[in-house]
């Protein structure tokens, strides 16, 4: 008898010692359905902000390409006056004549395509007829080698196209020099002086 209610003071006194270490000791559960959620809801939120992108892009009309010779215009807003307001204005829509009283003060413009017509319009590669002309007629450093240089004097650069004339013949020095006054037009407009200069003189000096 004595020896089982000793077994059973050490075996209480074991239970007690273990919940002590238990209540002490920290526990750290991971929710792995929350991290899991975490996640989808990162790969939500990028796919949302791409779509918003692409329907503002719509929205604005920035998602089209323009045929070549035309430009796309970019979005704005158009300021809208009183007695806009008060009057309204008439717009056709599928036919039919609609009278419209807007209600806020301006209005979204979208981007559209529009000709060209800038001042360097008939400078633009838009044509690709024109861009392999001028891809044959330049090729570089082609009037350097007979020592033509746009900052050498008059003399030593008429000297370097009687050279290149001899070589290549007066028409195609010609070409040459109309077209890199074309490309220099807006980059360096002094160079493309120079070069308008030459090649009128290649022009009445060897008559073309």
């Not at 020896?3 to 526990?27: D, H, P, R, Y």
């Not at 959620?37 to 089209?64: A, F, I």
């Not at 007829?129 to 004097?153: D, I, T, V, W």
């Not at 037009?185 to 308008?196: G, L, V």
């Amino acid at each position: 008898m004595e020896f089982e209610a000793e077994a059973q003071a050490q075996a209480q006194e074991i239970v007690n010692n273990l919940g002590k270490n238990l209540s002490n000791t920290k526990i750290n559960y991971v929710n792995k359905s929350k991290s899991k959620v975490t996640r989808n809801n990162k790969g939500k939120r990028n796919n949302n902000k791409n779509k918003t992108k692409k329907n503002l892009r719509k929205r604005l009309g920035l998602n089209k390409e323009c045929p070549p010779g035309f430009i796309l215009r970019k979005p704005f807003y158009k300021k809208i006056s009183n007695t806009v307001k008060q009057e309204g204005f008439f717009i056709k829509r599928k036919g039919k004549v609609v009278h419209i009283k807007p209600k806020k003060n301006k209005f979204l413009v979208k981007a559209t395509c529009v000709k060209n017509t800038s001042a360097n319009a008939d400078r633009e590669q838009t044509n690709e007829s024109y861009s392999r002309r001028l891809a044959k007629q330049l090729k570089k450093g082609e009037l350097r080698a007979f020592g033509y240089n746009f900052r050498l004097p008059d003399d030593l650069r008429h000297e370097a196209l009687v050279k290149a004339v001899g070589e290549l013949g007066a028409l195609q020095v010609y070409h040459k020099l109309d077209a890199v006054t074309r490309v220099f037009r807006d980059k360096n407009p002094e160079a493309s002086a120079i070069f308008s200069k030459d090649r009128d003189w290649v022009d009445g000096h060897f008559k073309i």
